[in-house]
Structure formats: structure tokens, C-alpha cells
């Protein structure tokens, strides 16, 4: 495991972005021909052969327009006048209206496709960014979402007038219960974090209620960064747990630092290497003789989905990414969906409202509930979550069923085998070797400590360079303790040609950098901008733009 | 595929790595899959056991509301490069959405006149919370005022996160409709954190916001003594008339931003504004997009400050939000833009000159009268001398929602008998009349037997 040394990783990776290229190499990066390489730019008459998109200079919606244009046709004031002072008196009113733009429908249109422009999404390449399931987004859910009856429904709407909205918020709860293998399911928090949020405090609610306090959660040091950070922010400790030497949690660790004070034990399984945890029985086992819980981070339950569940792995509390493994589109950032569901001990604690059916098979949303959710942590957020969401989830799971779902998670753990495999040939495996392990699950971690010591590149290059030949990189930089980390989740609905052209992509990047390694450290070329100053960024915040 | 991986199965696969004992041995107990047009026909037959604002006058409101949301809004935020993006991780190919933040970022903070805006938080009650850490990090205090005014899912929700960080919440009730001054200021001191209102306040008055800011500055211990933290919870839609919260004295204004150009959606997704003064910049949480430039000298977005952020900080980040509402924000801005600076400012016209007619027509009935007195943007509380819940149920039955039964959202005895009634640019003269003219017959046939002459 050569590949694995201490974290050697700067704080912030926006420190590892910046360092800037002198001018000339972001020209033309060989001899050859611009055009003649992938990604770089057949030269137009501008400088140093700009695309384009380059030449666009980025204007804002606040830069164009003049006074007075306009979209909205106001309705016409159809009641009576009134004194304004008697309306709103002055010393309440707004003296001055916001300077928003000022733009025709048009100009917005084409503003706003013109930016989308700029952006690179999944529908148009190979996504694999680990930890993050980018798996395709099937259009019928946004159809299906779109109905009036979903779209425009009110969320304070009487229960007796919503039925079809609270049915299929029970038939998800009912579906993540069975997939997670833990009965009692709220779908309130607004994402991963926020679920994870739900999740510690639910903890600390169950301690409570016996009448204890227990301070510390313990977390691996391969965790996602929303664990520690949920933990502060519910009033508790973190504490590290080592990873051990085939990468899962060490054992030994474990045990010196599992005690009575322990509240809960965070876990991704498969763990962030994409490796499921061998010893999982007995991390459930020592947790759980010391009295504390076991909680599961949904991030990667991708690979398992139909195959094994958190529930009969030991967990008592699980958290869902819609947004990851059931296809609600990730948005640029967002919204996203982070339901729990959690073991028979923690439900009374549940978030309200609890959705309840009665036995006349009626739903109703419960602030006050028996059972699930009677000693309630409270509220996580305004009504019941995002219900938008939801509707794409549920089509998502209407649409495979339980063998299709398994089917999903076997192709995902399939393709991430094969792209490893593919990585793992000749001349790419003595650059870039695997940091733990021989198969992985859904995903995997190379290391690029090698590939910086022999070819002078380091893994941002070659992310920055992947970027000409028109795929997004892997997540970078993460996790913290493999050197130069790389890890790729390539997803179930990729197809093996693109699997293939990615590793080409890889082996042609790593040929490139041994004869000139200044490719792909001055790279990309092709993009709307090129490699992006962050640190004077964040030196001189320039976070609006300024209007005079 | 096999072969290359070096197996002679996708099950040894799984039997070399996941541990016999935690395996199912089963199907999932789930429906068979089904072909697009059939869970097409089972959403939509879903979709018609709702009754949505297509169907029914709705006065609903108290939080999210029924505007128009234009056909350009669904066109952009259905466009693949909006839609199926990851978090803009790689800025180079990330340019759109990222100069969308930075729009996203110049909208809220000229609505709100505060200088910095992040990028989004999940929705309004959860931003009302994350505003009370920042100012538990800001400065370490033990309790929260807030004013009974306050949406009450912002209230429980401050109430959950706050006993996680260890903190009090103490509520300030209500005078007339607005924030007890006097309570108000005896009740913040030298432990308040912060001190929280919203604007217009959840019964529909709107609060003298300078005032409550300035109180709770004067407040605590004298002379030269740090302030707590004044937070205030907008509508971004009032803010068309009403004086922004930077001009106020707020520190940090937060507020549901489903009013600009987000669908009901039953509650989400939509997203929270999170706006505050410079000072708080590095404590604020989420993404913030950033200019800068590139390699060769072009203007440019990053994420930036992320030494904020859960991802660099771990347990000492700010907050631990990830994946917020980038789409909702897209959905924002682009509204903003389509209303534009006359537009909101008409829209807020409109909608103060109906609101008046409304409480007034309200008002005008036999057996309603108003809450409270106070001016009124686009919401307003009436007492009904009657049963809420029947009074509605015939006003339902008529195909009119005539608004939230304010005690069953509160749970509050002194707001039995309130109906909290909304308003938006879709709800007409027409609109209105037909709402005073069904909850007058039905507060007729519901009032306890009749006075006798």
C-alpha cells in the first residue's frame, strides 16, 4: 500500500487549484497543431486559437437590459383606491426599490441559455464522481412531478383533499423501509446533511430518554465531512476511529475508543474507499455492547440496494440521498431529499409531522402522534419535506421494483469493477494504483501519489486535462487519507463503451504527461474559462456584482 | 466485463466482499417494475386524488403561496445543463451555474439591502435555525428571543436545533397583532444570542422592524456591550414595499424563497434566503459563489470561502449543509428578472390594495371580525364567532379554500376562531367577493344560535 501516506492534502483545495499558469502555456500546449490534439481548439482568428465560448466575455443579468423593459404584465388594480399611507404607512415603506434587472422575457431567455451553455451535465457525458451517484435522470419524473395535482398542491392542503400526495409519501416510506430493512421512516430532512442532523439528535434524544448523556460520536477517518460537521452542530463530540490496513474500520481502534460515553458510531458502508466493511457484524456488536447506536450514512447505498441492508447489518438509524441512488436530479447543487428510517428503539423520537394511516386506510399527517414520533425531536423544517422529490423517487422505484433495483446496484458495482479493471492495466496501474483493496463496490479510489512522483503531475491535472476530453472528473482530493486521491463512481447507466473511452481518456492523459508533463498542468484548454484563480478569490471577495 | 475483472461471476463478485451473515436471501418485498406509461397512469391517478390550486380558489397561504410562476422558469430549469449538473465542484465547466449563484447572490441582497447573500439553504423555518448557529458561533450566548410572530414551524424548528446546540428558546408574545415592544426589550440581556422576528409577522401584520432592531441593540447590558444578533424572517415578495431588513437594522435576514417563481410542490423543494451584514461573512453557511479570474484573464465563479465548509473543515465548519437548492435559486433569480425592478414593486402594490379590500370585505361580515388592525401586505388573520373548521368545510364545499385554520398550524388557544387568509396576484376582485360571500352564508348557518333580538 505504497500509495498511502498521510494526509498530505492541503486544507483547502482551493489551494491546490491555484497554481496559476504563466500565460504562454495556456496556449497552444505542444507543437502539434491546435486541433489536432483531443480538446484543444482548432484556432479561430482570435488569440491563441479561443473558442467561441471564450471569447464570450461573462456578462450578468444585471449588466444588460436598459430602463423600463420589462416581462411581467402586472393584473390591473381591480379594487378600490385607497390612501397609501392608510395601506402602509411611509415609515414602513420601501424608499428605494431593489435595482433588479431590468430585461425583456428575450433577453431573459437567451441570458440564462446562454449560460447553460457554460455548463457541463450529466445528460451530455460520463459523471463519474464519486460518493456522488450520478446515475441518469429519467425524464417521466419530471412529467410526473409537473402534474398540477403534485406541482400546485398546497402543503397546508386538509388531509381529506390530499390523499393521493399523503399515499404515495406512504408508499415511499413503505419502499425505503423495506430497502433499508428498518421500519419506521420520516421523510422530512431536505437533504444527506440534514438527514444526518435528524440522525444524531434522534441519538442523543434515545440516550436521553434513559436518562443518560453521552457526549461523543465516533466517526472513521474516511468519512463524508457532513458527519463531523452534523456532529458539532447537534452539541456533540467527534471522535476519529482509524482506518485499518485493508481499509475498514479498525477493529482494534474501535474497541479502545467505543465506551459508555459514546452517543453513536457514523458509518458509510461501503465506506468511502467503496469497500464494505468486512467486520461489520462486529462493529455493530462492540457499538451496541456499549450501549450507543449505529448509524448509517445513505450516501453509497447504491451498491447495495436488494443485496444487503443496513437494518440486518445492525444499524438503528439510516439516511436516504433521492438525490443519489433514486435518480431526483442533483440540480446544479441541489434540491436534494435525506428521508431516515430507523429500528423500533428510536422511532418514538421521529421528526413531526408523522404520517399516519388509519384503519379505514386513510392518511393523515400527525403533529401530536401515538407511537412513532410521541417524543418527538421536533421539527427539522417548514410542512413535510420535499414532497417534489418524493414524486421522483417514487417513480423511480414504481419503475424498477425490487429486481430492478437490485438489478441497478449489481450493474453499478459491475461497471465500477470493470472501469477499475480496465484502470488497473498497463501503463495506468503504476501511476495511479488502487489505494485499498483488490474489487471494490460501487466505487473505488485510485491514488496519484505515484503518478505525481514520475510524471510531475498531480491528480488536479489530470482532472483539469480530463476535462478537454470532454468528461467531468472523479471527485479529487477525497478521501483525505489516500495520497492525491481519485475516486470513481462510474454508476449502473453507463454503458461499457464509455467506461472504455474514460480509461483511454486516463492512459492517453498519463502518455501525454510523460513526454510533456506542461499539457496537462497548464490544462484545460477547451472550456469557457481556464484554470480559475480561487485563492483571490477567496483572499477579495467579490461575492455580488456591483451596480452603480 | 467478467473476464476483464478477473471473475467468473458477478456473484463472486458480492461472495469476496459483503459477509454472508449481512446478505439478503430474498427479493425485496417490492411491486414488480413497471413500464413508463403505467407509473405515468399510477402518478397521475395519484396526482387526481389531490385537490390543487388548478382546481379550487385558494387563499392558502401562511408560508408558501399560489403565484404564477412563468413558462420561462419551467423552460430553464428543465434544461439538462440546469437540471442534471453535481455541485459545481469543477468551476471550468461549472461557469453557468455558478455565475447563476452570483446573480442569485446580487438579487437577494439588493431585495434585502444587507451586503452578502450564500447561495442557498434548504427552505425557510430550517434558514431561521441555521441563522441561529451562526449566531451561537458569533457569539456564544445561551438564548434566543423570538418574537410569537414568528412562523410557527420556524419556532419548532429553532426549538430542535437549538437543543442540539445547547441553547434556550424564549418567546416574546404578541400586542395587538405585533410584537409586545415592551416584553420584547425585557426580555433581551446580556445572555440573548439572538433576536428573532419575522416581517410581515405570521398573522399578516407588519412589524415595525427598525423599531425591534433598535430595541434589542439598547437592550442588553449598556453601554458599549456587544448586541445580540437580530435575525429577521422575510417574504421576499412584501419586501416589494416594505422597508428591507439592511435598512432595519437586521443583522441577518432569512425567509422562504418559494414565492419567487417556485411551485407549491406540497412544500418543497423550493429555498432559503440567507442574507446578512459583512461581519458574519466567514460564519455564514452553505455555498458562496465568488469572482475571479482564470489563467488567462477572463472574469470568472468559484465556490468560495469554503474554508467554511463541511468538505475542508469537518467538525469545525460552520455548518454542515452540502447539497442545498441551486435549481430552486435558479428559479429565483430568473423570477426576479422576469418581475423586474418595477415589477415587484407593482406586484407589492397589487397586492397591498387586495389585501385591504379583502380585510375589509372580511371584516364587513356579520360574526367575522379582524385580528388585529395593523397594516397588511398580502396576508391577514380574521376571528370567525363560529366554528373555523366548519366554516371552511362549506366554504371547500363551494370550491373556495378560504384559508388556514390559524389554531390548528399554531395549536395556540387564544387563535381559535382565526382563519389566516393569503393572497397572491392570481386571486381577483372576482376572487375575493365570492370568498365574502361564502363565508358569510356559512358563518350565518354556523354561528351559535343567533343573538335574539
Not at chain 1, 444487503?308 to 439510516?318: K, T
Request: proline share 7%.
Amino acid at each position: 500500500m505504497s500509495a498511502v501516506q498521510d494526509n498530505q492534502v492541503h486544507a483547502d483545495p482551493g489551494i491546490d487549484a491555484q497554481r496559476i499558469i504563466p500565460r504562454e502555456a495556456g496556449q497552444d500546449p505542444a507543437a502539434a497543431p491546435a486541433g489536432s490534439r483531443p480538446g484543444v481548439p482548432a484556432g479561430g482568428e482570435g488569440p491563441a486559437g479561443q473558442s467561441p465560448l471564450q471569447r464570450q466575455a461573462a456578462t450578468t443579468i444585471f449588466q444588460k437590459g436598459a430602463p423600463g423593459r420589462r416581462a411581467f404584465q402586472c393584473p390591473e388594480r381591480d379594487v378600490p383606491a385607497v390612501d397609501p399611507e392608510q395601506l402602509l404607512p411611509s415609515h414602513l415603506r420601501r424608499s428605494v426599490p431593489a435595482r433588479l434587472p431590468e430585461v425583456s422575457e428575450p433577453e431573459i431567455v437567451r441570458h440564462y441559455v446562454g449560460l447553460s451553455k457554460r455548463n457541463f451535465d450529466l445528460d451530455s457525458g460520463f459523471y463519474p464522481l464519486g460518493s456522488c451517484t450520478m446515475k441518469h435522470n429519467p425524464r417521466l419524473h419530471e412529467r410526473a412531478a409537473a402534474l398540477p395535482g403534485h406541482a400546485r398542491l398546497h402543503p397546508l392542503q386538509d388531509a381529506e383533499r390530499c390523499q393521493g400526495a399523503l399515499e404515495l409519501m406512504w408508499n415511499l416510506q413503505q419502499a425505503l423501509a423495506e430497502i433499508s430493512g428498518l421500519p419506521h421512516v420520516s421523510l422530512q430532512p431536505s437533504a444527506g446533511s440534514h438527514g444526518e442532523l435528524a440522525g444524531v439528535l434522534l441519538s442523543r434524544a434515545y440516550h436521553e430518554d434513559r436518562g443518560q448523556t453521552r457526549r461523543k460520536v465516533l466517526t472513521p477517518d474516511t468519512a463524508h465531512g457532513t458527519n463531523p460537521a452534523t456532529v458539532t452542530m447537534a452539541g456533540l463530540e467527534v471522535v476519529k476511529v482509524a482506518t485499518g490496513p485493508h481499509g475498514g474500520v479498525d477493529i482494534d481502534d474501535l474497541r479502545a475508543k467505543a465506551d459508555e460515553d459514546v452517543a453513536c458510531l457514523m458509518l458509510t458502508n461501503p465506506n468511502t474507499l467503496g469497500l464494505f466493511d468486512p467486520s461489520i457484524a462486529q462493529i455493530a456488536e462492540i457499538v451496541h455492547g456499549v450501549g450507543a447506536t449505529l448509524y448509517y450514512d445513505g450516501a453509497n447505498l447504491n451498491a447495495v440496494m436488494g443485496l444487503s441492508r443496513p437494518g440486518d447489518m445492525g444499524f438503528d438509524i439510516v439516511h436516504f440521498n433521492l438525490h443519489k441512488s433514486f435518480t431526483q436530479p442533483h440540480g446544479g447543487g441541489g434540491p436534494g431529499s435525506g428521508p431516515i428510517a430507523v429500528s423500533e428503539r428510536i422511532a418514538p423520537f421521529l421528526p413531526v409531522p408523522v404520517l399516519t394511516r388509519a384503519q379505514d386506510g386513510t392518511f393523515a399527517l400527525e403533529e401530536h402522534p401515538d407511537g412513532p414520533g410521541s417524543r418527538s425531536i421536533g421539527r427539522l423544517r417548514g410542512f413535510q419535506g420535499n414532497y417534489g422529490c418524493f414524486v421522483r423517487a417514487y417513480a423511480y422505484i414504481c419503475s424498477l421494483g425490487g429486481d430492478g433495483l437490485r438489478d441497478a446496484s449489481e450493474t453499478a458495482v459491475l461497471n465500477a469493477n470493470y472501469l477499475l479493471a480496465r484502470l488497473r492495466e498497463h501503463p495506468v496501474a503504476e501511476h495511479l494504483p488502487l489505494a485499498y483493496g483488490e474489487l471494490c463496490m460501487h466505487e473505488f479510489v485510485l491514488s496519484g501519489g505515484p503518478m505525481k512522483r514520475a510524471l510531475g503531475i498531480r491528480t488536479l491535472d489530470l482532472a483539469k486535462r480530463l476535462l478537454d476530453f470532454g468528461f467531468h472528473p472523479p471527485t479529487v482530493y477525497f478521501p483525505l487519507l489516500v495520497d492525491e486521491a481519485l475516486m470513481v463512481e462510474p454508476t449502473e447507466t453507463e454503458t461499457k463503451e464509455t467506461l472504455d473511452s474514460f480509461a483511454d481518456a486516463v492512459a492517453a492523459v498519463l502518455a501525454e504527461a510523460a513526454e510533456d508533463p506542461a499539457i496537462a498542468i497548464g490544462a484545460p484548454y477547451s472550456t469557457p474559462v481556464r484554470r480559475l484563480d480561487e485563492v483571490a478569490a477567496a483572499k477579495n471577495p467579490v461575492i455580488r456584482e456591483s451596480l452603480h | 466485463m467478467l473476464q476483464a475483472i478477473g471473475v467468473s461471476s458477478l456473484q463472486e463478485i458480492f461472495d469476496r466482499q459483503i459477509p454472508e451473515g449481512v446478505r439478503l436471501r430474498r427479493d425485496l418485498a417490492l411491486a414488480p417494475g413497471r413500464g413508463e406509461q403505467d407509473v405515468y397512469e399510477h402518478l397521475s391517478q395519484l396526482a387526481s386524488r389531490n385537490v390543487s390550486c388548478e382546481q379550487e380558489i385558494s387563499f392558502l397561504g401562511a408560508g408558501m403561496y399560489d403565484h404564477y410562476v412563468p413558462a420561462v422558469i419551467d423552460m430553464l430549469t428543465e434544461r439538462s445543463e440546469f437540471l442534471t449538473p453535481y455541485t459545481p465542484y469543477q468551476p471550468e465547466i461549472s461557469q453557468g451555474g455558478l455565475q447563476v449563484m452570483f446573480e442569485y447572490q446580487t438579487a437577494i441582497s439588493e431585495l434585502t439591502a444587507l451586503p452578502v447573500s450564500n447561495a442557498s439553504t434548504y427552505e425557510g423555518p430550517s434558514a431561521v435555525a441555521a441563522a441561529g448557529y451562526l449566531a451561537k458561533l458569533h457569539n456564544q450566548r445561551a438564548r434566543f428571543v423570538v418574537s410569537a410572530g414568528l412562523h410557527p414551524h420556524s419556532i419548532q424548528t429553532l426549538r430542535t436545533y437549538a437543543h442540539g446546540y445547547g441553547m434556550e428558546v424564549v418567546e416574546v408574545g404578541l400586542t395587538d397583532g405585533l410584537t409586545d415592544p415592551d416584553a420584547w426589550a425585557a426580555a433581551i440581556d446580556e445572555h440573548t444570542s439572538a433576536a428573532i422576528f419575522a416581517q410581515p409577522n405570521f398573522y399578516g401584520a407588519v412589524e415595525d422592524a427598525a423599531a425591534l432592531s433598535a430595541a434589542a441593540k439598547m437592550s442588553p447590558g449598556g453601554e458599549g456591550a456587544q448586541p445580540p444578533v437580530v435575525i429577521c424572517q422575510v417574504d421576499p415578495i412584501a419586501l416589494g414595499v416594505l422597508a428591507p431588513p439592511g435598512d432595519c437594522g437586521v443583522d441577518v435576514a432569512v425567509g422562504e424563497g418559494q414565492p419567487l417563481g417556485n411551485r407549491l410542490d406540497f412544500g418543497g423543494p423550493s429555498f432559503g434566503m440567507f442574507a446578512a451584514r459583512e461581519e458574519f461573512l466567514r460564519r455564514m453557511p452553505g455555498r458562496i459563489a465568488g469572482q475571479t479570474v482564470d489563467a488567462d484573464g477572463r472574469r470568472g465563479f468559484v465556490l468560495t470561502l469554503q474554508t467554511r465548509e463541511q468538505h475542508i473543515r469537518r467538525e469545525k465548519a460552520t455548518s454542515n449543509i452540502c447539497t442545498a437548492q441551486a435549481l430552486n435559486a435558479l428559479a429565483g433569480v430568473v423570477y426576479l428578472s422576469w418581475l423586474g425592478r418595477r415589477g415587484l414593486v407593482e406586484m407589492g402594490e397589487l397586492l397591498l390594495a387586495r389585501t385591504h379590500y379583502a380585510r375589509e370585505r372580511l371584516a364587513g361580515i356579520d360574526g367575522v371580525a379582524k385580528l388585529h388592525e395593523q397594516p397588511v401586505v398580502r396576508e391577514f388573520a380574521v376571528r370567525i364567532d363560529a366554528d373555523v373548521a366548519a366554516v371552511r368545510a362549506r366554504c371547500l364545499e363551494q370550491g373556495v379554500n378560504p384559508g388556514v385554520d390559524l389554531q390548528a398550524i399554531t395549536g395556540r388557544p387564544e387563535d381559535r376562531g382565526g382563519l389566516l387568509v393569503a393572497l397572491t396576484e392570481r386571486r381577483s376582485r372576482a376572487d375575493i367577493d365570492r370568498l365574502a360571500e361564502l363565508i358569510s352564508a356559512a358563518v350565518a348557518a354556523e354561528r351559535p344560535a343567533a343573538v335574539p333580538a
